[in-house]
């Protein structure tokens, strides 16, 4: 049944034919409670799907599943859970990005440079949510077991894997300069770094280098790590104002 319901769910049209049905993903949320690994997979992939490519259907999967399952989830010993966690979590996070990036419209020609094309109230909606995405980024970092899952899914040698676990740590160090040296003070750091030196023969491909590259330029931005050949984290002063 799982496997049928993660094929529909991989069109937007079938996800959001999920979310009608069972609109509270209650059904959904039995599946990943239980202690049959093969259903939380199965349970995990289908919300990676339904969240993906829609901030809607992100928020309602977020706001339903929360974090616990999905710390739950990193915590397992198993080969594919984490990873399917990081994906869904990955999806989550494209699809915030997505709307973040609607407030990028091109201005048309020959309107007057103050032209806003988001009235107050769209403004005030998409305020909320990158709100309510600083929250659920602060929620993530804090997770207990995300930084040793984060730790062996960056240093994965299957590029796909590593993408979306680099992916993720990006858009959460983008968040803000809080969250940022949240994930700097830990050990995922030095593992970001060692992974950096090892990966710039060339033996990884360009877009984990470029991932890996944003990381610590945003953390250099911060002012968090120092500009050196070894990046050294710099002892934030506990007392010291966030921009």
């Given at each position: 049944?799982?496997?049928?319901?993660?094929?529909?769910?991989?069109?937007?049209?079938?996800?959001?034919?999920?979310?009608?049905?069972?609109?509270?993903?209650?059904?959904?949320?039995?599946?990943?409670?239980?202690?049959?690994?093969?259903?939380?997979?199965?349970?995990?992939?289908?919300?990676?799907?339904?969240?993906?490519?829609?901030?809607?259907?992100?928020?309602?999967?977020?706001?339903?599943?929360?974090?616990?399952?999905?710390?739950?989830?990193?915590?397992?010993?198993?080969?594919?859970?984490?990873?399917?966690?990081?994906?869904?979590?990955?999806?989550?996070?494209?699809?915030?990005?997505?709307?973040?990036?609607?407030?990028?419209?091109?201005?048309?020609?020959?309107?007057?440079?103050?032209?806003?094309?988001?009235?107050?109230?769209?403004?005030?909606?998409?305020?909320?949510?990158?709100?309510?995405?600083?929250?659920?980024?602060?929620?993530?970092?804090?997770?207990?077991?995300?930084?040793?899952?984060?730790?062996?899914?960056?240093?994965?040698?299957?590029?796909?894997?590593?993408?979306?676990?680099?992916?993720?740590?990006?858009?959460?160090?983008?968040?803000?300069?809080?969250?940022?040296?949240?994930?700097?003070?830990?050990?995922?750091?030095?593992?970001?770094?060692?992974?950096?030196?090892?990966?710039e023969d060339g033996s990884t491909n360009e877009k984990n280098r470029?991932?890996?590259?944003?990381?610590?330029?945003?953390?250099?931005?911060?002012?968090?790590?120092?500009?050196?050949?070894?990046?050294?984290?710099?002892?934030?002063?506990?007392?010291?104002?966030?921009?």
């Amino acid at each position: 049944a799982l496997n049928n319901i993660l094929v529909i769910s991989r069109e937007s049209s079938g996800a959001d034919a999920i979310l009608a049905y069972d609109t509270d993903l209650k059904h959904l949320m039995e599946f990943i409670q239980r202690d049959d690994r093969t259903c939380i997979l199965g349970a995990l992939r289908i919300f990676a799907e339904i969240a993906k490519n829609s901030y809607k259907r992100a928020e309602i999967v977020y706001n339903t599943l929360g974090l616990k399952p999905i710390s739950r989830c990193f915590a397992m010993n198993h080969a594919e859970i984490p990873t399917s966690a990081s994906i869904l979590v990955h999806n989550m996070l494209m699809s915030i990005c997505d709307l973040e990036n609607r407030r990028k419209v091109r201005k048309p020609v020959n309107v007057p440079y103050n032209f806003d094309p988001l009235d107050d109230e769209d403004r005030k909606k998409i305020n909320e949510y990158l709100e309510e995405n600083r929250i659920i980024c602060d929620k993530i970092i804090n997770v207990k077991s995300f930084t040793e899952t984060f730790k062996q899914l960056c240093a994965s040698e299957d590029d796909a894997i590593q993408y979306r676990a680099l992916y993720v740590i990006r858009n959460l160090v983008r968040t803000n300069k809080e969250i940022a040296m949240g994930i700097v003070q830990t050990d995922l750091m030095d593992v970001l770094f060692a992974i950096k030196e090892i990966k710039e023969d060339g033996s990884t491909n360009e877009k984990n280098r470029k991932l890996l590259s944003d990381i610590i330029q945003q953390c250099l931005s911060y002012g968090l790590i120092q500009p050196n050949k070894d990046h050294t984290i710099i002892e934030e002063d506990e007392n010291a104002d966030f921009d």
